[in-house]
């Protein structure tokens, strides 16, 4: 129950990701006049977006190592 609530978790924090990147690009093509800024704030926003993803996956692969070497004492 536990793991199917951090996965909810993590779907509805990055789930408005792709409707954002949809409403930039509908309001770019349909305001062509603020174009340039529309595009601006979503690459802030994208580039945070890719932060905090890349952030995420060190720490998992950080955690995954320990558990690696954790399994390997008690095997050997």
């Given at each position: 129950m536990k793991r199917k609530r951090k996965d909810l978790k993590g779907a509805i924090?990055?789930?408005?990701?792709?409707?954002?990147?949809?409403?930039?690009?509908y309001l770019g093509w349909h305001f062509s006049g603020y174009r340039m800024i529309?595009?601006?704030?979503w690459y802030q926003v994208s580039a945070v977006v890719w932060v905090i993803?890349?952030?995420?996956?060190?720490?998992l692969i950080t955690k995954l190592l320990k558990l690696t070497k954790r399994s390997n004492r008690f095997y050997h």
């Open positions: 924090l990055f789930a408005p990701y792709p409707i954002f990147t949809i409403l930039c690009s529309i595009f601006q704030f993803l890349a952030t995420t996956m060190i720490v």
